[in-house]
C-alpha cells in the first residue's frame, strides 16, 4: 500500500482505521513531502500499533504525486502496489476485491475502486470493467506493467493527470485497464471537503 502524504495530518487516522479493516496481508508505505503541519509527527505517533509492517520515508521537498509514487515503487517489492490517497478512506473489502480481479486475468495492469461520494466521469464496459483510465486515488497496479512503462512520468507531471498519461501507457503496451464498482473507497475530494484546496506548493 502506497501512500504519498502532503499537511495530511486531519486524515491520517481515518486512513490508518481504514487500512485496520484490510483481511489480506499488507505492508504500508508513506512519504511525506515536507508537510508543514502535524502530518509526519501523527503518523509517527500511529505507525507503531498497526500492527503490519510499515516504511515511513520523510523528504525535504515537495516531490508531488507522480515523483513520489515513483520514490514508494521503487522501495517497495510486491508484485502489486495499492495507491491511495491519503484523503480516502477503505470500505470493507474494497482492497480484497481489487486483488481477486488481478489476480484471475493476466492481462490486467490495473484495477481502479468506485469513489464515492464522488466519482470522477468515465466510460467503462458494464460487463468486463474495461475503462481507458483509472485514477490515481485508489488503485491496484501490477509491478510487472507499471515497470514496463517506466512508472509515472515525474518530468511532465507534477500532480493531476499523471494518471490518464500512465493508463494510456499500459494501453498502448497492451495492458487493461479495470473499473471495479463493487470496491469502494470514500474520498473527501476538493468539491466534498471545504477545507481542501488545490496547490502545488
Not at 15 to 39: A, C, G, H, M, Q
Not at 81 to 91: C, G, R, S, T
Not at 118 to 145: F, M, N, P, Q, S
Request: hydrophobic share 40%.
Amino acid at each position: 500500500v502506497l501512500v504519498v502524504l502532503y499537511n495530511s495530518g486531519r486524515f491520517i487516522q481515518p486512513l490508518l482505521d481504514s487500512l485496520r479493516r484490510v483481511t489480506i496481508p499488507v505492508k504500508l508505505y508513506f512519504l511525506d513531502n515536507s508537510s508543514t503541519d502535524e502530518t509526519a509527527e501523527k503518523l509517527a505517533a500511529t505507525l507503531p500499533a498497526m500492527g503490519v509492517r510499515t516504511c515511513f520515508l520523510r523528504s525535504l521537498k515537495n516531490n508531488g504525486f507522480a515523483r513520489g509514487m515513483n520514490l514508494l515503487a521503487a522501495q517497495s517489492t510486491g508484485e502489486f502496489m495499492f495507491m491511495l490517497n491519503p484523503d480516502a478512506e477503505l470500505e470493507e473489502g474494497c482492497l480484497e476485491r481489487l486483488l481477486d480481479r488481478i489476480q484471475n486475468e493476466p492481462s490486467v495492469g490495473m484495477v481502479e475502486a468506485r469513489q464515492q461520494p464522488r466519482e470522477h466521469h468515465k466510460a467503462y464496459d458494464g460487463k468486463t470493467g474495461e475503462t481507458t483510465w483509472c485514477t490515481g486515488a485508489a488503485v491496484l497496479i501490477r509491478r510487472k506493467a507499471f515497470e514496463d512503462i517506466g512508472g509515472f512520468d515525474e518530468r511532465l507531471f507534477f500532480m493531476y493527470c499523471e494518471d490518464v498519461d500512465l493508463s494510456w501507457k499500459f494501453w498502448v503496451k497492451g495492458w487493461k485497464c479495470i473499473y471495479v464498482p463493487a470496491a469502494v473507497v470514500q474520498h473527501f475530494t476538493q468539491d466534498v471537503d471545504p477545507g481542501k484546496r488545490r496547490s502545488l506548493e
